[in-house]
């Protein structure tokens, strides 16, 4: 690149995690994270007493063993994996653009790296254009419209902020459904193919979609495309929903509910896979690979198997990096 030439990166973005395993790093996070408009749309101030009354006070003590399960000496896997993950495109862009042509950076929603911390890096380095990658397949205003929302808040009070690009989702591009296919594949060649492939995406609040998300949606458009890559029969597979909280309907089956209805049928053979998700987390490693199949099991299933996500794989890395390439057309 030349001196005159603007610079640019990459700013790829997931929800994030607690900093350490700790009561009080679980309390700034989830602080941090409940305290979202765009994730929590109930009344302010009704919401602000269940927070700090009831959520906080207790919730962050009965996490620890939850994210003890999943923790490691390199820290939650979403940050270890988003770390992977950053390294990996920042090679694969190199190798397609040029070195030194974009740089790729990481930040979270909630924690750290932060979007602010991400954005002062930047500046420093003199970046002037930025393109926004949040990694979230599906858009939802729960994940990827909060992506935006602290951009905006980050640089709110810089007074010279970069040129801007943001990819909304990518959930039917052809390259992100053939590495969901290959993964398929690969589990079933190497673990052997169950009698049931379910697909459980990350559940939102019926509400939430009667008042426009087009979360749903898009998750059955990517399930249909890979059941047509991987030429499943109607019988073959499964989309549910999972995650939920509180009494309000959310979006339907849930995945905890179809499991232990199977079991109860005496059905055994599943194999689950979280598309929704870019990178191993809580909700896949702790509460679908761990917990999800106590319950299968206990109810009177077997073997039941979790399916990884694509994480740092070479499939999804080249993805991500040809996504960002063309989105970067104009720009180079």
């Not at 002037?128 to 979230?136: I, K, S």
């Amino acid at each position: 690149m030349s001196n005159s030439a603007p610079k640019i990166a990459l700013l790829l973005l997931n929800l994030g995690s607690p900093d350490e395993l700790s009561p009080a790093a679980l309390r700034r996070y989830l602080r941090e994270f409940l305290s979202d408009r765009r994730v929590i749309e109930a009344p302010r101030l009704i919401w602000w007493f269940v927070l700090n009354g009831v959520i906080l006070p207790f919730r962050p003590r009965k996490l620890m063993h939850v994210y003890g399960n999943i923790w490691s000496e390199e820290g939650s896997p979403i940050r270890a994996i988003s770390l992977q993950q950053q390294t990996a495109v920042q090679k694969a862009l190199d190798l397609r653009l040029g070195e030194h042509q974009v740089k790729v950076e990481l930040a979270m929603t909630y924690g750290n790296p932060s979007i602010t911390d991400a954005f002062e890096r930047l500046q420093q380095e003199g970046i002037e254009r930025v393109l926004a990658l949040p990694l979230f397949p599906q858009y939802s205003a729960t994940t990827t419209a909060a992506c935006f929302d602290g951009i905006a808040r980050a640089l709110s009070t810089r007074r010279d902020i970069p040129e801007l690009r943001f990819i909304r989702q990518y959930y039917q591009q052809p390259a992100y459904i053939e590495a969901l296919a290959a993964s398929v594949r690969d589990h079933w060649q190497q673990r052997g193919r169950q009698g049931h492939l379910m697909f459980s995406f990350h559940g939102l609040p019926l509400s939430y979609v009667k008042n426009g998300d087009p979360y749903a949606i898009q998750c059955e458009a990517t399930v249909h495309a890979v059941v047509e890559r991987l030429q499943l029969n109607d019988s073959d597979w499964t989309l549910s929903y999972q995650s939920r909280v509180g009494v309000a309907p959310w979006l339907q089956p849930y995945t905890e509910e179809t499991l232990i209805e199977w079991a109860k049928q005496g059905r055994s053979g599943v194999d689950v896979i979280c598309p929704g998700f870019s990178a191993d987390c809580l909700e896949t490693l702790e509460e679908v690979a761990i917990t999800n199949r106590e319950i299968f099991e206990e109810a009177g299933g077997s073997d039941y198997h979790y399916i990884p996500a694509l994480n740092a794989t070479e499939a999804h890395i080249e993805m991500l990096a040809a996504l960002a390439a063309d989105q970067l057309g104009g720009w180079l």
